[in-house]
């Protein structure tokens, strides 16, 4: 709704160990406008808010937010207030294509049932985790694309390929297979993975909450319903005892 939020937003200066995005002042103001705002923006991460935001400044808010909490190092596509569109071209030469690997991410929202979800994410966590855990060791950098286990958990689910691929990991031999010395980059791919998978968590607990507050409410209004059928009933039952009494 922002209009002076639009355009190209360039890499920057870090911010609390996180990327920072920025686009450049306007040039000029918009037709009839007076104001005191540049258009210049900032796409960051407040550590304050645990929020991706788009604002003016670092940490002083903004103009938009992502609705849901998380600690991914990257700003998700998707989820955010006033309807806001957010595309990635990759530009990364650290191996990572990260335009592709948010685009792989949400898919892997669509799991259902929940439990199915989760178990994706902690088995892709520690498949990543163990490259980081064990940089010099061959055989946590690959896995068997027909490892039973692995395409029940995993492969299955669409985005789980397609995210490993993002980050780096080619087929080779019937297997998915990591670049030898890339650390940082694992550990990178394991930080966005888990951000990802930390929101999902968050929006999954504040639905069964909802849920549960809602069929509590439910109850609730089911016992008033019945207390006043029930008082109903009473006051006429006294009602007509009284009648007939006076009748008689």
């Not at 540049?38 to 407040?46: A, P």
């Not at 892997?108 to 892709?124: A, G």
Request: glycine letters at 8%; aromatic letters at 10%; a negative charge.
């Amino acid at each position: 709704k922002n209009e002076k939020s639009n355009g190209v937003y360039f890499p920057a200066v870090p911010y609390a160990g996180k990327p920072v995005w920025q686009k450049p002042p306007s040039d000029h103001a918009m037709d009839g406008e007076e104001s005191k705002d540049s258009g210049e923006r900032f796409l960051y991460y407040s550590e304050k808010a645990e929020r991706w935001y788009i604002g003016d400044a670092l940490e002083e808010g903004g103009f938009s937010f992502v609705l849901s909490p998380g600690k991914s190092p990257m700003p998700p596509l998707q989820g955010w207030q006033q309807d806001v569109v957010l595309a990635c071209e990759s530009v990364s030469d650290d191996g990572i294509d990260y335009a592709a690997a948010l685009l792989e991410l949400p898919k892997l929202r669509q799991i259902q049932p929940w439990e199915d979800q989760e178990v994706c994410y902690v088995t892709m966590l520690k498949l990543l985790g163990n490259i980081v855990a064990n940089p010099g060791e061959a055989k946590f950098r690959s896995f068997k694309l027909e490892n039973a286990a692995i395409q029940k958990k995993v492969l299955r689910h669409d985005g789980a390929r397609g995210y490993f691929e993002a980050v780096g990991f080619r087929e080779d031999g019937g297997a998915l297979v990591f670049p030898t010395d890339r650390t940082a980059q694992a550990k990178m791919a394991h930080e966005m993975l888990e951000g990802f998978a930390n929101e999902a968590q968050y929006a999954h607990i504040r639905k069964e909450r909802h849920s549960k507050a809602k069929e509590e409410a439910k109850k609730e209004a089911e016992k008033d319903s019945w207390a006043q059928a029930r008082n109903k009933a009473n006051a006429k039952a006294a009602e007509e005892s009284k009648s007939s009494k006076g009748g008689g």
